[in-house]
């Protein structure tokens, strides 16, 4: 009797943890609603990083970015964002959209500019970044998982 | 005593898990012998399919340096920095080892000049053997020698992966001292003590579903000749091997037995891992952690957004260099494994066990192995999977000098991950955290301590370094 007890705890136990699981994947979590407004950025880029290398946003702002390249010639384009821009040295590029994707994105230099080249990274922050917090969150899920499977 | 004797795995094996023991718990997991499928045996059985895939592998090993030496000092463009750092190095990670284990190790061309010599001969042995032949010393048996390669590499790796002249100079080293290792010391020692990139395959081959094993014990212990020891180029004795961190899957035993006594198993993954008196070895347990350590510091300086931190790693020799490499060495060799230690005596106190400390750190450092690789899996999509692009283009052009060979010189193709990366490393990191919690409820589950005190802080070890990874490459 008592065997069958804790059999089914054990289920409902595993059961509540998926459900959480599922809930912490595709639960909407609901984005606090700001004013869009125009953000100008200045950035230098020079041999392999760019300044400033975080760049914050809410979503819908309508983003400018002014490269400068202060030594060689740079590019910048950002993941998920199908943007692009070469600035020779001394000379400014703009690039302006919207930033409609939320997340965290990372930025690259477009041209080949030194051995560090491929690592020439810079961050695009638009509001939340869900992906990492649902990460975290499952992470701890595993570890509670990992404790209850410990519970003899 | 002869040589077979003196294997320590052997000794332990004896003392430690009994061949009837082995047995069992090899037959109680399920295991499939590649062996016994009609058009694969042939394949093993006969050393020419392997000489062909080693023969191109040396040729390719041949043109890497050539390229990185006379090839353009543009990385993009040299055909050694594409495919050593991008091709090779996605492909050990993300194929070789997670579904070969050391299967890489049985291809590799590095070993090969140095055989022949030794062996006299290509295929078969032809003889004495040539060189000293000396035995490797004892006090640097294990994988020191091969974590300390990872750390030197590790620190000067923003050269070596982006000048192709420096990895050319690496290959050239590795293969002159494999060479030279050869003719002095016996059977493969560069390979089982030196070279990092078999340290790093090594380990985590443990946890991969792969493994060449004896069939029935017996028939080992009374054949008297142990043809597959004498014919063994990692000195290995299959009946000993308790784990496959040291086996190169070269087949040689297999090809020596006269009895048909050895499998090549297709088993459960992670099958050498959870097992309390298995990888006891304070070496294993620091190169695991070096693994961690230098994952994590590769993933801040090659894919954040950090410039100051990638000038100071190339700038070899410059005071930011300095610093970067004591920091770098700090966090492998104090930040991680002090925080280990602590997490294993926090559990060893709280639970009341007393194993000695050194041993329960060696011993649940297994938990570490899904951790490391997975979080290596992870840095390598997105470190590799951007620039895909450019194999295509060296293909046709491996020297950077404008050639065209293929029509692919010019690809701007390349894979758009920027929408599915984030979302599969995420997943990749949770697999291995997952992985390592149920290998530490296993290791718990054998002893006679409270198994949630004993692992709780180990648990939450592997949280934040899961954690930290995670802030990294998505944060």
């Known amino acids: 009797m008592r065997e069958t007890r804790n059999k089914w705890f054990s289920i409902w136990r595993w059961a509540a943890l998926a459900g959480l699981a599922l809930l ?55 993941d998920g964002y199908n943007l692009e821009t070469t600035a020779d040295p001394g000379q400014a590029a703009r690039l302006t959209f919207v930033a409609d994707r939320q997340g965290s994105f990372r930025f690259r230099c477009t041209v080949t500019c030194g051995n560090m080249h491929p690592f020439m990274i810079g961050k695009l922050q638009v509001g939340r970044n869900d992906l990492l917090w649902r990460g975290a969150l499952l992470a701890g899920l595993v570890l509670i998982a990992g404790i209850w499977g410990l519970r003899k | 005593m002869n040589k077979v004797q003196e294997v320590f795995w052997k000794e332990e094996a004896s003392l430690v898990e009994g061949g009837a023991t082995l047995q069992k718990r090899l037959a109680s997991q399920k ?15 006969s050393r020419w399919p392997q000489f062909l895939v080693r023969a191109l592998t040396l040729a390719g090993f041949v043109f890497t340096i050539a390229a990185g030496l006379f090839g353009s000092r543009v990385g993009s463009h040299n055909f050694a920095i594409i495919f050593v750092w991008i091709a090779w190095w996605t492909a050990l990670k993300l194929a070789f080892i997670p579904l070969g284990g ?91 003590y030196i070279c990092p990139i078999g340290g790093f395959t090594g380990i985590y081959a443990k946890t991969a579903p792969v493994e060449v094993r004896v069939i029935d014990t017996v028939i080992c212990a009374t054949h008297s000749e142990k043809t597959c020891y004498q014919n063994c180029p990692w000195g290995l004795y299959p009946l000993a091997l308790r784990d496959s961190a040291q086996c190169g899957l070269c087949m040689e035993c297999l090809r020596s037995c006269p009895k048909d006594n050895i499998a090549v198993n297709v088993r459960p993954f992670g099958s050498d891992v959870g097992q309390p008196h298995h990888s006891s070895r304070p070496d294993e347990a620091i190169l695991a952690l070096v693994m961690l350590g230098s994952a994590l510091a590769f993933s801040a300086v090659f894919i954040g957004p950090w410039g100051i931190l990638k000038s100071a790693a190339f700038a070899i020799g410059s005071p ?50 899904p951790l490391g690789l997975f979080a290596w899996i992870a840095f390598t999509i997105s470190f590799a999977f951007p620039k895909m692009n450019y194999v295509l283009s060296v293909l046709s052009d491996p020297l950077g000098w404008g050639w065209n060979l293929l029509g692919t010189a010019n690809t701007a193709w390349s894979p758009d991950v920027s929408g599915f990366s984030p979302i599969l490393q995420v997943a990749i990191l949770l697999v291995g955290l997952f992985w390592s919690a149920s290998i530490a409820h296993r290791l718990a589950q054998t002893t006679n301590q409270p198994p949630l005190r004993q692992t709780l802080p180990i648990l939450a070890f592997c949280l934040v370094f899961s954690l930290a990874m995670l802030w990294l490459m998505v944060g």
């Open chain 1, 24 to 78: 912490v994947l595709f639960l909407p979590i609901p984005v606090n609603a700001t004013t869009p407004v125009e953000r100008t950025f200045h950035i230098q880029a020079s041999q392999f990083a760019y300044s400033p290398a975080v760049l914050s946003v809410n979503p819908g702002d309508r983003v400018t970015i002014e490269l400068l390249a202060t030594d060689v010639v740079h590019g910048l384009s950002i």
């Open chain 2, 102 to 192: 050391r299967s890489w190790c049985s291809v590799c061309p590095i070993p090969l000049p140095g055989e022949w010599m030794q062996q006299r001969g290509i295929l078969e042995k032809g003889g004495q053997r040539f060189g000293l032949s000396l035995r490797w010393p004892k006090r640097l048996k294990g994988s020191w020698l091969q974590s300390s390669g990872f750390l030197l590499i590790g620190l000067f790796s923003a050269v070596t992966l982006t000048d192709a002249r420096v990895t050319a100079w690496v290959l050239l080293s590795l293969f002159g001292l494999a060479v030279g290792l050869s003719l002095v010391f016996e059977r493969r020692a560069f390979c089982s």
């Open chain 2, 320 to 369: 930011a260099w300095l610093l970067y490499g004591l920091g770098f060495l700090a966090l492998n060799l104090l930040v991680m494994p002090g925080a280990f230690t602590l997490a294993v005596w926090a559990g060893q106190g709280w639970s009341g066990s007393k194993t000695q400390l050194r041993r329960a750190v060696a011993n649940q450092a297994q938990v570490l192995l």
């Open chain 2, 31 to 45: 295991r499939i012998n590649l062996y016994l499928i009609l058009w694969i045996r042939p394949l093993l059985q």
